[in-house]
C-alpha cells in the first residue's frame, strides 16, 4: 500500500514499482488506471510499462466492476490500482488478494492513523480488516510506504502490527528512509521509535 497526500509523489513511486514488477512477470501484471495518470491517455503506453497489460477504467465509478472482471478473467499475479477511492474498489481488491493476486495500492492518507480513523466513507476498512470494534484480521497488503514528498517515505514492514499500535494510541513501528535528490544518489535510514 502507497499512501500520501496529493502531490506527495505517489504515483511516481507507483510507476517505479510497474517497470520493476513488469520486466519481472512479463504479462502477468494488470494495471487498472482510473485517471489514466499512470498510463496516460490513448493507445500509446508510458515508455515505461512495455511488459504490462491495461485495464483502461474510464469512469470511475466503474472501478470495482474492472477489476472483479480482472481477476475473473485474466487471474493475475499482481495488480496495480490507482487511488483506492471507495469501499467497492477495496472490497475489489480484497477478493482479489483472496484469489491469489497481489495488489499494489494508492490512495490519499497523510498517516496510518488517518487510515484507520476514517469514518465518514470507511474507503479503506476493507483493506485494513476493520469495523466498528476495530482491527478484525490482517490487512490485505503486508507492507505500507508512507510518501513524505519527495525522497522521503516511512516504511511499514508489518501492517498488522502497525495498525494494532494505531488502535491502541500508539505509534506504529517504521523506518524513514530519505533518498538524497541532486547529482548523487544516497540513502539514509532512521528507525522511527515510539
Not at 26 to 49: K, M, W, Y
Not at 62 to 75: A, D, G, P, S
Amino acid at each position: 500500500m502507497i499512501m500520501g497526500l496529493p502531490g506527495s509523489g505517489k504515483t511516481a513511486l507507483l510507476r517505479d514499482c510497474i517497470r520493476i514488477l513488469g520486466e519481472r512477470l512479463a504479462g502477468r501484471l494488470f494495471v487498472n488506471d482510473s485517471s489514466n495518470e499512470i498510463l496516460g491517455d490513448g493507445f500509446q503506453p508510458h515508455p515505461i510499462t512495455d511488459w504490462v497489460s491495461r485495464v483502461p477504467i474510464g469512469d470511475p465509478t466503474l472501478q470495482f466492476e474492472k477489476l472483479n472482471q480482472t481477476v475473473k478473467n485474466f487471474q493475475p499475479r499482481w495488480m496495480v490500482v490507482d487511488e483506492v477511492s471507495s469501499p467497492g474498489d477495496a472490497r475489489a481488491i480484497a477478493y482479489a488478494r483472496s484469489r491469489g493476486a497481489r495488489a499494489v495500492m494508492t490512495w490519499h492518507a497523510g498517516s496510518l492513523r488517518s487510515a484507520y480513523q476514517e469514518k465518514d466513507e470507511r474507503t479503506l476498512w476493507p483493506l485494513i480488516q476493520r469495523n466498528e470494534e476495530g482491527v478484525t484480521g490482517p490487512p490485505v497488503a503486508s507492507l505500507g510506504i508512507l510518501v513524505r514528498g519527495r525522497g522521503e517515505y516511512v516504511i511499514f514492514e508489518n501492517l498488522e502490527e502497525c495498525f494494532d499500535e494505531v488502535a491502541h494510541d500508539r505509534l506504529p513501528p517504521g523506518v524513514q528512509v530519505s533518498v538524497a535528490q541532486g547529482s548523487r544518489w544516497g540513502h539514509r535510514e532512521q528507525a522511527l521509535t515510539g
